[in-house]
C-alpha cells in the first residue's frame, strides 16, 4: 500500500473522523483534532465492525479480562471464564478445554440459538465429560482479581474462583459515527 499510494502521489495522513458532512459540492470531514479535510469522495473504512461489546459490571477493566484468546495454552490449569453463544464464544471454550484450562462457559440464554451444530455438539460432549463447566441462563455481576460472580434468572449468585475472564460477546456496529455525520440507518 506504501508503494502504491507513493507512486499515485497520495499524501497520507493519520487521524480519527469524528464525522462527515456535506458542504456545498465537497465533504468534509472532521478529525478529533479539529482539522478538517474536504473531499469530493469518501470511503468509510470501519474495520471488522466496530468496538467489542462490554459486560458492564464492576471489574470489567481489570488486566484479566480480555476480549481476544490468542494462546489457549497459556491458560492450561487455570480457571478461565468464557460469557458468550455465538461462534467464538464456543470455539475459544472448546481450545481453552483442549489445551487443559479449566473452563466455564456462561451464555445469558437458557438455549444456543447461535452455534453451529457440530460446535454446540463438542461443547455438549466437553461438558458431558466435565473437562467444560457449562452455566446456561446466567451472566457476570462482577469480575475481581481472584473471582469471578455470575448470577442465575433467579437472582441465585456464585462466586467462582478465576484467572481469566473473556467476554466473546460480539462487537458494537459504529452508529454513532453514521448519526453524527447524518447517514440515515434503516430502522430508524
Known amino acids: 500500500l506504501r508503494a502504491q499510494t507513493s507512486a499515485a502521489g497520495i499524501e497520507v495522513s493519520i487521524g ?11 465533504l468534509v470531514v472532521r478529525l478529533a483534532d479539529g482539522t478538517q479535510v474536504r473531499a469530493h ?7 471488522r465492525s466496530g468496538e467489542f461489546r462490554r459486560l458492564g459490571v464492576p471489574g470489567e477493566d ?26 467464538s464464544a464456543l470455539e475459544a471454550a472448546i481450545a481453552l478445554a483442549d489445551a487443559g484450562a479449566r473452563v466455564t462457559l456462561s451464555h445469558r440464554r437458557a438455549q444456543w440459538t447461535r452455534p453451529k451444530p457440530s460446535i454446540r455438539q463438542r461443547v455438549d460432549e466437553l461438558a458431558a465429560a466435565g473437562a467444560l463447566d457449562l452455566r446456561l441462563a446466567t451472566h457476570v455481576v462482577r469480575i475481581e482479581p481472584a473471582t469471578v460472580t455470575l448470577a442465575d434468572e433467579a437472582g441465585h449468585e456464585v462466586v467462582l474462583d478465576n484467572a481469566a475472564v473473556f467476554p466473546l460477546i460480539g462487537r458494537e456496529a459504529p452508529l454513532e459515527f ?11
Open 16 to 26: 480519527r473522523a469524528e464525522r462527515v458532512t456535506r458542504e456545498g459540492g465537497a
Open 41 to 47: 469522495r469518501v470511503l468509510i473504512a470501519i474495520g
Open 62 to 87: 481489570l488486566p484479566k479480562v480480555s476480549n481476544r484468546l490468542h494462546d489457549p495454552h497459556d491458560f492450561t490449569g487455570q480457571r478461565v471464564l468464557v460469557v458468550g453463544g455465538g461462534d
Open 178 to 188: 453514521f448519526r453524527r455525520s447524518g447517514v440515515p440507518i434503516a430502522g430508524e
